[in-house]
């Protein structure tokens, strides 16, 4: 992973679901990146290891991504654009997931917002949801992965 991190064509993403460390979630295990992925490359690889620099990171994390899936309104801060924004401690961004207790939130996210609403307000969920489906231009391509919705 540390040398793959160093990659400029190398773009950062997750397929892990989202679960509440709640509840019947509790029930299943989960791979600690599920929690910690994106917190983990800031803090252990761009802060800890400086294998690559913040602002490229960042870019690995939001416009290159969202280039590569086709997405034109998303990954920058345009006029236009889905107004979702992440805003993090970058001396204290830290995954804590681990694969004998892998249900544990990252710390140092500050706040985020999810199409121009606050989600996360000083480290807190705030109870909104203005999440929605992102569809790239390759969706209902392949008529063997066809879902309804």
């Known amino acids: 992973m540390a040398k793959l991190v160093t990659l400029p064509w190398m773009s950062f ?15 299943s ?8 992925n994106f917190a983990r490359l800031l803090g252990k690889y761009v802060r800890d290891e400086r294998r690559v620099p913040l602002v490229e990171a960042v870019r690995r994390l939001t416009t290159l991504p969202a ?7 998303r990954g920058a801060l345009k006029v ?3 107004a979702d924004l992440a805003i993090f401690d970058p001396r204290t961004i830290a995954d804590r997931a681990t694969f004998a207790k892998p249900q544990v939130y ?10 121009g609403v606050q989600v996360l307000r ?16 390759g969706y209902g391509r392949c008529g ?4 309804s919705g």
């Open 29 to 36: 295990s989960t791979h600690p990146r599920a929690y910690g």
């Open 67 to 73: 280039s590569n899936l086709g997405l034109n309104d």
């Open 80 to 82: 236009g654009y889905a």
């Open 122 to 137: 000083d480290g807190e969920h705030t109870g909104a949801t203005p999440g929605s489906v992102v569809r790239g231009p």
């Open 13 to 27: 993403g997750s397929d892990a679901s989202s679960q509440a460390p709640q509840g019947v979630f509790l029930q």
């Open 106 to 115: 990252a710390v140092g996210m500050r706040h985020v917002f999810v199409n």
């Open 144 to 147: 063997a992965l066809r879902t």
